[in-house]
C-alpha cells in the first residue's frame, strides 16, 4: 500500500460547530500543546474514545490557563458562562441537588477543550442507566518505589482473577504513575453490589500476597507496594477516561491498549497528545475492539 492510498484509506476526522477562541492559547508549556493542538488530539481520538465520555456524568480538570496556570478547578457541577454543548443533567437520586455535567457529541467534547477541560473523569455508567454501571475500573497505584514490571504483572494478575469470574479484562494506562485494568459490564447489577465486588476483588490480591498488594487507601502502609484502588467504583466516583489528556508536565494520555503491548518499555506516561496520531494511524483496529461486545453481568453470588 502507498503512502497516498493510506492517507485516503483513514477515516475523515470529525468537525465541529464550537468555535474556539484564542486556539493559541497554550495548555502545555514544555510541550507547546495549544488549545487547537487539543482539538486535533480530540479530533483524531474520538472514534475510539466517544462511548466512553458520551451520555455519562462527567467530572472535569479544568485549568484556563494551562497546566502551569494558577486556576485549576476539579469540577462536577456547571458553572457560569459554560457552553451550550455541555449539558446540565439531573441526578435521579439527588433531584434538588446541584446539575451535574454531560456531553452527548463531538460538539461536546470541543466545548471542553474550549473550557480548558484539561482531563476528563466520567462515572461508569451511562445516564440511560443511571444505577447499573457498564464497567469496573480496577486502578493500580503503585508506590514509588515499585518495579514497572511489578505494575505489569499486577495487571495481569487482575485480568486473570477478573476472567476466573467470566469477565473480561481492558487495560490502559493512566498518563500517570499506574495502570487501569477495565472490565465491561452489562449494566444490571447497581452500584453497591458492583464496588463490593470490585473491593473482594482487590482483598483477596492483597490477601494472597500481602507483601506486594494493598487494598487499604491508607498511604502510610503503602511503602513499596501497589495499592489497588478499587474505590473508582462507588457511586458517584469516576476514572479519568480513556484517551483523556493529564494536566501534568508531558502532555501524557490515558492510552488504551492491547495486552501484548504492555511491555516494559511502555511506561505509564508513555503516549501523549505528541505521539497517539501516530500510534493510531499504525494500529490494524481499535487496541480496546470488542470492549462493550464483551461485556458480562456481575454474577450474584456469595463473597
Ligand atoms: P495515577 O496513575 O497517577 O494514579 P490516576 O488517574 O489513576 O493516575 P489517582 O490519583 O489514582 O489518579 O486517582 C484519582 C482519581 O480520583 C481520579 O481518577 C479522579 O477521577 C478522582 N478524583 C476525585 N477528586 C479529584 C480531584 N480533586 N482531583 C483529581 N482527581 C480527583
Ligand atoms: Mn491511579
Ligand atoms: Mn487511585
Redesign the pocket.
Known sequence: VTRETEKTMAPALPKSAVRLTHPDRIYWPDEGVTKEGLANYYAQVWRFMAPFVVNRPL?L?RLPDGINGRQRF?QKHAWKGMNSHIQEITDPKDKQGEKLLRITDFDGIMALVQSAAL?I?PWGTTTGNWEKPDMI?M????DDEVAWADVIAAAYQLKERLEAEGLAAFVK????????VVTPLTPKAGWAEVKGFAKWLADSMSADDPDRYLATATKAKRKGKI?I?Y??NGRG????APYST?A?PGAAV?MPLEWSELTADVG??YFTVDNTPTRLDALPQDPWDGFFAAAKPLEKKKR
Open positions: 467530572a480538570l476539579f482531563e473523569h475500573t486502578d493500580l497505584d503503585p494506562t493512566s498518563g500517570g504513575k499506574g495502570l487501569h495499592f484502588d474505590l473508582r466516583n469516576t476514572a479519568v493529564r501534568r490515558s505509564p506516561a
